[in-house]
């Protein structure tokens, strides 16, 4: 029998179908190459804008005609956030759909697979409202993985849904994470990357009431990579809330040279107000004094952000205070988004809504502005030797390989395809767009 994936919005949902898929290849399942002949077809769902739900409402369109047409039957389980918001009533909308597993709800899905495959039916139980972290999230066979280390967010910025339908802040037990690491080391990968809504806020009590918090949870992973020999020589994280960027933190990261030299820190706006507005809880100059710390411990990091525009009552000067921030920071990339407003949040029932086409042209000027940053900031690179991680064939030309660097950044170099999966030293020699032209090291 085979299976088929479609996985939309955020690492963790990347994560959690790599677990569901291990779930299939246990019981002998293959991958069907598209939607159209697979057996089970699972889609992975995003709430978080309302443009992901658009295009989801499209796909389940598509497979509503699908079954229509198609000779052989097949099984369509819909789940993720967008299905724990909705729950029965994405089925009552698309009858095309016959599971409907919310993020709470996903240890059932062993149990549904099993139905499917006795040519039975299963009612899925609703479980009580805690989330269980799967023991694997790797796709066989890639030398980079995912490994969720907390679930769930406690903030409630009033612009996002993430708190609804991911629930409160859980942490994972540090054993099962190093275990989870053991298991991809055994599997030979190279990289990983520390997962979580909230990734720095992780918390575990231990029984005799000691504490491990995110620092010591990197140093943790640290010395056990050292101490078992793992093949796994980056560790990466994301993402991570500014309030909980740690002067511990950062120590660690410079300690350490498995840790990469990259902070993903969303800063959402450069204004205060609207800060305050959106429940960030931090200000401007707290913001900014956290990027001072970054830079002078770690001067060799790059810095990536997400930057939120035209939230109700945003002004002109709020959004100058966004640009001057951009400037002074100096990111190597971001993600640029205008205001969605999300049913259910406090902000989509805010005064001084701004209008679609002020919101549009807003983030059309930030774009042109953070380009020019990444250019000028990532210009400062050529030149230096750095290592690469060696993840494909380069799209563009066959006798190039694209490898990505510690700062985040992506190269193209020629070089031997027996290269993929490796670390490589290469020297930057020119930037073309946002990509790096490279050539392998001496």
């Known amino acids: 029998m085979t299976y088929f994936f479609e996985t939309y919005g955020c690492q963790m949902n990347k994560a959690e179908s790599a677990s569901i898929e291990e779930l299939f290849v246990r019981r002998g399942w293959t991958q069907a190459s598209e939607a159209e002949t697979a057996d089970f077809i699972v889609i992975n769902t995003c709430s978080v804008r309302a443009t992901a739900e658009t295009r989801i409402h499209g796909r389940l ?6 079954r229509k047409s198609r000779k052989t039957p097949f099984t369509l389980a819909v789940t993720g956030c967008m299905a724990e918001r909705l729950k029965d009533d994405l089925h009552k909308m698309f009858p095309v759909v016959d ?20 040519d039975s ?3 899925v139980v609703e479980e009580s409202p805690v989330y269980s972290f799967a023991p694997l999230s790797h796709e066989k066979g890639s030398f980079q993985a995912f ?49 979580g809504q909230n990734v720095n806020s992780y918390k575990w009590n231990n029984d005799d009431g000691s504490c491990i918090d995110f620092p010591a949870l990197m140093q943790m992973i640290a010395d056990h990579l050292k101490k078992t020999q793992s093949s796994v020589g ?44 959106m429940n960030r809880r931090y200000t401007r100059e707290d913001y900014l004094a956290k990027v001072k710390m970054i830079r002078e411990k770690l001067p060799d990091a790059s810095l990536s952000t997400d930057i939120l525009l035209g939230f109700p009552g945003e002004t002109e000067e709020d959004f100058a205070e966004t640009v001057s921030l951009l400037e ?9 988004y205008y205001y969605n ?16 086409d002020v919101k549009k042209d807003r983030l059309s000027r930030v774009i042109d502005i953070q380009l020019g940053i990444n ?36 190269v193209v170099f020629a070089a031997d395809k027996s290269l993929i999966g490796s670390f490589a030293k290469v020297e930057l020699l020119e930037l073309t767009g946002n990509t790096f032209i490279g050539r392998l090291a001496d």
């Open 328 to 336: 002074i920071v100096g990111y190597e990339s971001a993600f640029m």
């Open 99 to 118: 599971y409907v597993i919310g993020n709470f709800q996903k240890q059932q899905f062993a149990a549904v697979i099993d139905a499917v495959q006795n």
């Open 147 to 195: 490994v969720p280390i907390m679930h769930g967010c406690n903030n409630f910025c009033t612009y996002c849904i993430v708190p609804y339908v991911r629930g409160r802040e859980i942490s994972r037990n540090p054993s099962e994470i190093l275990s989870e690491i053991d298991v991809l080391s055994s599997r030979g990968v190279k990289e990983i990357t520390l997962l």
């Open 341 to 356: 407003p999300r049913e259910g949040t406090k902000a989509c029932t805010m005064d001084n809504q701004i209008p679609l």
């Open 234 to 277: 980056w560790v990466r994280f994301m993402s991570s809330h500014p309030k909980d960027i740690s002067p511990a933190l950062i120590d660690v990261i410079a300690k350490e040279r498995v840790i990469c030299r990259h902070i993903h820190l969303p800063v959402q706006n450069g204004s205060t107000r609207v800060l305050e507005a």
């Open 61 to 66: 369109g598509w497979y509503t005609a699908l």
């Open 375 to 410: 250019r000028a900031q990532m210009a400062k690179r050529v030149g230096q030797t750095v290592t690469v991680l060696v993840e494909c064939v380069s799209k563009d030309n066959e006798a190039e390989l694209l490898g990505r660097t510690e700062q985040d950044a992506h």
């Open 121 to 123: 039916s299963l009612d």
